[in-house]
């Protein structure tokens, strides 16, 4: 491939003019843990399988669903520790709007300067792009919204969408079953399907983690016995 | 001599029912000479937004030109108007920027918030907020304001009514104050429309 010979430097089109690095991020966001999210008419959910290594890992240490803000949430599909440093940033803008303005910051702001600091790492010396695709839920007073942003700090709106190891199955199932006028809870119920399509093994509270925020704009990680609740509604 | 007190100013606002006035005097002075008579102190930042800044004019100025610069980014990046508790907090966050070497300025600020709900505050010259139910003052005439302003106010006014008690106070504050007079500018501000006046008073 003439690309590969342009592969060496982030900061280098190739002839083709793509940026092969973002490429190369994307397939590492691709062959990550599925996760996906879903916007509903009064709230979003969003979800991710917890694939450990091994059974000895205490599951109850990992958290891969965060909080950016009391009402903002965030899940990741790719490189975990690439996730974590996004968040603080994100964690540290958010605060640094609100020390300004005292005002907590709109979704659509923070998605904006988490994707520049996405976009910041494509065009400097001696970094390589983030490995992570984010999903990031949020409730303010614009309504529900749900963020896509890629390695290129590209960010897209979505009623719903899913990314990592099963996207093609699992946005096929979501355009199949998402409805405008879905509500939370239904919301949810999507979600575990979703998930249980392409999930290896056998499906519990321990192995998937979801997050929701509805119109009280607390976001929260549901409990391992809640998940484990909504499963048994899902059967 | 104090530099608050080389160019002369007084600025208040009051807060009537579902509106709001606010008022300066025009005089631009340099110590005891006055060089002109239609200085402007009261900016307007957005429809129902208004900053009326006291003190050293060249602060006065140039302070309007950042917060009008600032709340144009805000525009664009967020596509919605600034609301007046955010803008108040925003000017603070300015001012205290310079806390060591500040801006000789007072701002009082106006506007009509969510549901055109009245709010006005003052702060000093370090961005120390102080949000206030019926009025606030600013200037070298701000003892004779807050005096005035006492005795004239009343909760609740319509617009007519507000519009009177403002420029009453205005008017007899400065005359107390050599530093500031020469005429008096009045906003007053309801949710449908802005009037503009301009009240003819002692020229000394």
């Given at each position: 491939?003439?690309?590969?010979q342009y592969?060496?430097?982030?900061?280098t089109f190739?002839?083709?003019?793509?940026?092969?690095q973002?490429?190369h991020?994307?397939t590492a966001?691709?062959s990550?843990?599925?996760?996906?999210?879903?916007?509903?008419?009064?709230?979003?959910?969003i979800a991710?399988?917890?694939?450990?290594p091994?059974i000895l890992?205490?599951?109850?240490s990992?958290?891969?669903?965060?909080?950016?803000t009391?009402n903002i949430g965030?899940?990741?599909s790719?490189?975990?520790p690439?996730?974590?440093?996004?968040?603080?940033?994100?964690r540290?803008?958010?605060?640094?709007?609100f020390?300004?303005?005292k005002?907590?910051?709109?979704v659509?702001?923070l998605?904006?300067?988490?994707?520049?600091?996405?976009?910041e790492f494509?065009q400097s010396?001696?970094v390589?792009?983030f490995?992570?695709?984010?999903?990031i839920?949020?409730y303010?007073d614009?309504?529900?919204?749900l963020y896509?942003?890629d390695?290129?700090?590209?960010?897209?709106?979505?009623?719903?969408?899913a990314?990592?190891?099963?996207?093609?199955?699992a946005?096929?199932?979501?355009?199949?079953r998402y409805?405008?006028?879905?509500?939370?809870?239904d919301a949810?119920h999507?979600?575990?399907?979703?998930?249980?399509?392409g999930?290896?093994?056998?499906?519990?509270?321990?192995?998937i983690?979801?997050?929701?925020?509805?119109?009280?704009?607390?976001?929260r990680?549901?409990?391992?016995?809640e998940i484990d609740?909504?499963?048994?509604?899902?059967e | 001599?104090?530099?608050?007190?080389?160019?002369?100013?007084?600025?208040v606002a009051m807060?009537g029912?579902?509106?709001?006035?606010?008022a300066?005097?025009?005089r631009?002075g340099?110590?005891?000479q006055?060089?002109?008579?239609?200085?402007?102190?009261i900016?307007k930042?957005?429809?129902?937004l208004y900053?009326?800044l006291s003190?050293?004019?060249?602060?006065v100025?140039?302070?309007?030109?950042r917060?009008?610069?600032r709340?144009k980014?805000?525009?664009?990046?967020?596509?919605r108007?600034m609301?007046?508790?955010?803008?108040?907090?925003?000017v603070?966050a300015v001012l205290?920027?310079k806390?060591?070497?500040?801006y000789f300025?007072?701002?009082?600020?106006?506007?009509?918030?969510?549901d055109d709900v009245?709010?006005i505050?003052?702060?000093?010259?370090?961005?120390?907020?102080?949000?206030?139910k019926?009025?606030?003052v600013s200037?070298?005439?701000s003892?004779s304001?807050?005096?005035?302003c006492e005795s004239?106010?009343?909760?609740?006014?319509?617009?007519?009514e507000?519009?009177?008690?403002?420029?009453?106070?205005?008017?007899?504050?400065v005359d107390?104050?050599?530093l500031s007079?020469?005429g008096?500018?009045v906003?007053l501000?309801?949710p449908?429309?802005v009037q503009?006046?301009?009240?003819k008073?002692?020229?000394?």
């Amino acid at each position: 491939m003439g690309d590969s010979q342009y592969s060496f430097s982030l900061t280098t089109f190739s002839p083709s003019g793509k940026l092969v690095q973002i490429e190369h991020a994307l397939t590492a966001v691709g062959s990550g843990q599925t996760s996906l999210g879903i916007k509903a008419s009064n709230g979003v959910v969003i979800a991710t399988e917890k694939k450990l290594p091994s059974i000895l890992v205490d599951e109850t240490s990992v958290q891969k669903i965060q909080l950016m803000t009391t009402n903002i949430g965030v899940v990741y599909s790719g490189m975990g520790p690439d996730s974590r440093v996004l968040v603080r940033k994100s964690r540290k803008q958010a605060q640094q709007y609100f020390r300004l303005y005292k005002e907590a910051i709109p979704v659509t702001q923070l998605v904006r300067e988490t994707a520049a600091v996405m976009q910041e790492f494509t065009q400097s010396g001696g970094v390589r792009p983030f490995g992570v695709s984010l999903l990031i839920a949020g409730y303010d007073d614009n309504g529900p919204q749900l963020y896509q942003v890629d390695p290129s700090g590209s960010y897209f709106s979505w009623k719903a969408s899913a990314m990592g190891k099963n996207v093609s199955n699992a946005k096929t199932f979501l355009e199949k079953r998402y409805t405008e006028d879905m509500e939370l809870d239904d919301a949810v119920h999507t979600a575990i399907l979703t998930l249980k399509e392409g999930f290896q093994g056998q499906i519990s509270g321990k192995n998937i983690e979801i997050g929701i925020i509805g119109a009280d704009r607390k976001f929260r990680v549901l409990t391992p016995a809640e998940i484990d609740d909504y499963l048994a509604e899902v059967e | 001599m104090s530099i608050f007190e080389y160019n002369g100013s007084a600025v208040v606002a009051m807060v009537g029912k579902n509106c709001f006035a606010i008022a300066s005097d025009r005089r631009l002075g340099v110590n005891l000479q006055t060089i002109a008579t239609d200085f402007q102190r009261i900016f307007k930042i957005h429809d129902k937004l208004y900053i009326g800044l006291s003190g050293l004019a060249t602060d006065v100025q140039t302070l309007y030109q950042r917060l009008v610069f600032r709340h144009k980014l805000y525009q664009l990046r967020e596509e919605r108007d600034m609301k007046p508790q955010t803008f108040a907090s925003l000017v603070s966050a300015v001012l205290y920027e310079k806390r060591f070497g500040p801006y000789f300025c007072m701002p009082v600020i106006a506007g009509l918030g969510e549901d055109d709900v009245p709010f006005i505050c003052t702060m000093d010259c370090i961005g120390a907020k102080e949000l206030a139910k019926d009025f606030v003052v600013s200037g070298t005439a701000s003892e004779s304001l807050y005096g005035a302003c006492e005795s004239m106010y009343k909760p609740n006014m319509e617009p007519e009514e507000l519009f009177e008690t403002i420029s009453q106070a205005l008017l007899s504050s400065v005359d107390r104050d050599c530093l500031s007079g020469w005429g008096g500018h009045v906003l007053l501000v309801t949710p449908t429309e802005v009037q503009e006046r301009t009240l003819k008073s002692r020229m000394d």
